[in-house]
């Protein structure tokens, strides 16, 4: 009874099959859904129909090497654009707050600016690169204020503590540039 007994898991470079754990974990996902009765579709329909085929539109520019480019890598930007529209209606529609697609509209163009990035990671000359970053910085910028702009005027659907919570961080830049 001294030897030690070697599992079939414990045997080294024995790597476990990628489809069987994505089989187990699908069937495990499945039976929680049928089990609590939860309606998939009314939460995620966004990544069926909008991110979806975002994805496949990128797919060209994914398949891309700097030695060899698709044709069709152009689609990324449209696809950038397609899967920034579903995942921010993913986002909205998990926490139940449509009405913020009225200021989340920027980020869509940050989607698209990212996918015509992607799509061009390849050119060594492409001079354009840092001003487009600049946009996507500006955009997701102009996101932030329009989001405070209309949950605290419009909406008026934030806490109290949302208010201090700028206020001090104001202050706290203020008081950090003397």
């Known amino acids: 009874m001294s030897e030690e007994t070697v599992y079939k898991a414990q045997v ?13 974990t699908l069937g495990l996902f499945w039976l929680i859904v049928r089990f609590f009765h939860i309606d998939l579709m009314s939460w ?15 797919w060209p520019a994914r398949r891309s090497t700097a030695d060899k480019r698709h044709g069709l890598s152009f689609l990324a930007m449209p696809g ?18 449509m009405e913020g697609i009225s200021y989340m509209w920027p980020l869509f163009f ?7 990035n992607y799509a061009r990671r390849f050119d060594k000359d492409d001079v354009n690169l840092p001003s487009r970053e600049r946009w996507v ?11 405070l702009f209309f949950e605290l005027f419009v909406f008026q659907s934030l806490p109290l503590w ?5 206020i001090g961080y104001g202050i706290y830049l203020w008081r950090s540039e003397a």
């Open 12 to 24: 080294e470079g024995k790597e476990p099959n990628p489809l069987a754990m994505g089989l187990i």
């Open 44 to 58: 995620l329909w966004p990544a069926f129909t909008i991110i979806l085929p975002g994805a496949i539109l990128l």
């Open 80 to 97: 950038g654009f397609l899967v920034a529209v579903g995942s921010v209606m993913l986002f909205l529609n998990g926490i139940n707050h």
């Open 110 to 116: 940050v989607g698209g600016i990212k996918g015509w």
């Open 137 to 147: 910085k500006r955009l997701v910028y102009l996101t932030g204020m329009l989001t």
């Open 162 to 166: 949302v208010p201090l919570l700028i």
